[in-house]
């Protein structure tokens, strides 16, 4: 069974230091990676995503994510956080193809800054 | 079969003109989103409906629109369109409206605009 675990619900960092934030899967295929954010009363947004190339995948506003197969983890990552990244981040794999495809999402991880 | 129809399955059209994409969810889904998927892209969340309201907006243009019916099944609008909108749309249902449904996808529909 595939299923996606965000480690951490609540997540909190101080403006400038880093973010981690933690995503593990489980896929008996190869499967999509995505992370999406999601701010105050704002839709979704895709953050960057792994389709089976480059292992280390960068996306927008300096997020980057990498794919270990051999952990079954996409964590996140930024060098520096700033103040408008305080939001709603979710983890997604993507399993299977046309009929069969499945979008199955983490429960989120709520990223606070605090200056 | 994730049991998500989506029709058609191809659109050829012209910019400028108006289409409507129809989707319809599982059985026993009360929430439908709706994604676009361009060349080397990942999928673009557009919008979400939750058993015929309106639940949350992604990056959906304003000359996009979308409906869900009291039957649950669910339509796309793209009115005005350009060579840009050229892409693959995704229709997905789930059981809920919490993000952390497991959503069942559609075949989509591969849109051409020329």
């Known amino acids: 069974a595939q299923s996606v675990t965000q480690l951490d619900s609540h997540v909190s960092v101080s403006e400038g230091t880093p973010v981690l934030l933690r995503c593990n899967y489980s896929s008996s295929y190869s499967p999509s990676l995505f992370w999406y954010v999601q701010h105050p009363n704002k839709g979704l947004q895709l953050l960057l995503k792994y389709t089976s190339a480059a292992t280390l995948v960068k996306g927008i506003n300096g997020f980057e994510a990498e794919f270990k197969k051999s952990e079954t983890s996409f964590h996140l990552t930024k060098p520096s956080a700033h103040m408008s990244d305080a939001a709603e981040y979710f983890c997604v794999v993507s399993v299977g193809a046309g009929n069969n495809r499945k979008l199955i999402w983490g429960l989120g991880t709520s990223l606070a800054v605090n200056p | 079969d994730s049991g998500v129809t989506q029709t058609p399955k191809h659109l050829i059209t012209a910019t400028g003109q108006r289409v409507t994409l129809r989707c319809s969810p599982r059985s026993g889904d009360l929430s439908v989103y709706w994604y676009q998927q361009s060349l080397d892209q990942g999928l673009q969340f557009l919008i979400q409906y939750y058993n015929g309201e309106e639940r949350a907006k992604g990056n959906i243009l304003e000359r996009f629109s979308a409906q869900q019916f009291p039957d649950l099944h669910s339509e796309l609008n793209l009115s005005s369109l350009e060579l840009g909108d050229s892409a693959l749309y995704f229709c997905?249902?789930?059981?809920?409206?919490?993000?952390?449904?497991?959503?069942?996808f559609g075949p989509g529909t591969r849109l051409t605009v020329l």
């Open positions: 997905a249902s789930s059981v809920r409206v919490a993000w952390g449904d497991t959503q069942y």
